[in-house]
């Protein structure tokens, strides 16, 4: 996939999600509180007295020396498709996408980051519905992005390893495979719900 599919693709799964979501409960799973600092994301009907206010997408302000800085902040390279995930919209929604508001970017990858995982191999970049599993891009595949399958860690395992001797074999033994790639686990999601 292309740089430019791939922003395509995002944007397509960021406003068919969010209009899903829109329509469950009248709208009350794009509610969530919002101070002043995300003021640009509330939806023009919200009252500025209420604590949950309704968010809407708003066009992603991430720049190329944004995603450097994080880079280099969690010690690898971002995938291209994973660079689109992050650079197209800013938005609240809850795991298992995770946030990327506009106070915060990058806010479930830095949530879900642990440097074990990338040391050996494995993108964080949200967790489980329940709070429960690290998801992560194996990047084993990589340049080859659409063969990077999406898996998850528990985290009380992955806590209970030791860091100074545990190998890639031990983590992957641990890992649960999820989708072929970050593109069919978005799709996943917005036809399917919560993978398990």
Known sequence: MTDTQ???FMRDFFERYYQKLEQLGNGIAVMRPLGEADKAMWRED?????EWKAWKLIPSTVTDQDIEALEKTI???LPKCLNA???VYHHYFENPVGENPVSAPFKAVRNAWN???VKHGYLPFAWDDGGFYIRCIDLTNMPNEEQCGICQIDHEVLFSLDEDTVQKEEIAQNME????NLFTYLESILNNGELS
């Open 46 to 50: 919200a009252d500025s007295k209420d």
């Open 115 to 117: 440097p074990l995982l």
């Open 85 to 87: 995930f992050l650079t």
């Open 75 to 77: 010690g690898t390279n």
């Open 6 to 8: 791939a922003r395509r």
């Open 177 to 180: 495979y999820l989708s072929q």
